[in-house]
């Protein structure tokens, strides 16, 4: 059912993948997750709020202003795919892409701020419970919160997966964090009924862990794209058995990758006879080129060097 909504959506508001350029298809898939979270976050808000101030709750009140809040995070990911999706240009040769995993990471600290600040509270209730009044509108409220977020999770990782995008993925676990906490307080508000108001300050435990260990997971993952780690050993592998199959390669080495969002660079060592002129390894490495392009999807350079 979610595949179809977001296939839906997205013949909606993006044109189908085959009409457009990829980076264009990205970005468009991009703002379609960003500003729709914008748009229903804004909605919960003001839900909440006329709720919150018809019953009188605060503590809806409270919720209600922090759900605004998280437009900023949706912010970000409008931001950080405008800023990708230029061009290369003088100062930036490759492209802006890695303004995506910018986004990624401060999306994690965000959600690690939002972690600990959780963490705290649920510790300063569990030793001192706070009295919690049951309300029935209080209740649907975080309901209807907790679906619709859990329903915008859904829909941002799908999109996150489709195009590869760390910060639709952030933005994702973001909006399940969400889902997470409201429907943590329905179950509190429940124990309170049950006459077991500690159950709250439990749950908030456990879920301020899960956000925590959520934001490591996207920020660890940011921070190494940024700091262009080392390729995976079977992208090593598949490069070399690309390089390989072609005539007159007889090895290649120093195999590193380069990635500006979904634009990847490969450079490698290429080893060839000693006995070769300068046309005969140029026509060796555009073959090697033609090869890895066609199997990555990557530009590669390469470096001839005559082997021993």
């Known amino acids: 059912m979610g595949n179809k909504i977001t296939s839906l959506l997205l013949r909606c508001f993006v044109q189908d993948k085959g009409q457009l350029e990829e980076e264009e298809f990205r970005k468009k898939c991009g703002l379609l997750e960003g500003w729709g979270s914008v748009i229903l976050n804004i909605i919960l808000f003001a839900v909440k709020l006329v709720m919150g101030l018809a019953i009188n709750s605060v503590s809806l009140i409270a919720d209600a202003v922090h759900t605004l809040a998280d437009v900023i995070t949706s912010g970000v990911v409008i931001v950080s795919f405008k800023v990708a999706g230029q061009p290369g240009d003088q100062e930036h040769p490759y492209g802006h892409g890695r303004a995506e995993q910018i986004a990624a990471l401060i999306i ?34 975080l ?4 679906l619709v977020k859990e329903w915008m999770y859904r829909f941002a990782r799908e999109l996150g997966e489709r195009i590869d995008s760390a910060a639709l993925i952030g933005d994702a676990w973001h909006h399940r964090t969400d889902a997470i906490a409201s429907a943590g307080v329905a179950v509190g508000l429940v124990g309170v009924l049950l006459g077991y108001p500690w159950i709250d300050a ?41 390089a390989l199959k072609v005539d007159g390669v007889l090895g290649i080495h120093c195999i590193e990758l380069h990635e500006y969002g979904r634009q990847k660079y490969v450079t ?36 001839i060097e005559p082997a021993d």
Not at 211 to 216: G, M, Q, W
Not at 279 to 303: C, D, F, M, N, R
């Open 108 to 141: 994690a600290v965000l959600l690690g701020m939002v972690g600990i600040e959780f963490f705290l509270e649920s510790v300063q209730r569990l030793f001192k419970p706070e009295v919690v009044e049951y309300s029935f509108w209080v209740m649907v409220a």
């Open 143 to 146: 309901l209807i919160t907790a």
């Open 202 to 242: 439990v749950l908030g435990l456990i879920v301020s862990l899960l956000i925590v260990h959520t934001a490591y997971e996207i920020g660890r993952e940011g921070v190494n794209k940024l700091m262009g780690e080392r390729p995976s050993d079977e992208l090593v592998e598949t490069i070399t058995e690309c």
């Open 268 to 303: 490698a060592h290429l080893e060839v006879s000693p006995d070769l002129d300068v046309v005969q390894a140029h026509e060796l490495t555009e073959l090697v080129e033609e090869k890895v392009s066609k199997v990555l999807g990557a530009e590669i350079l390469i470096h």
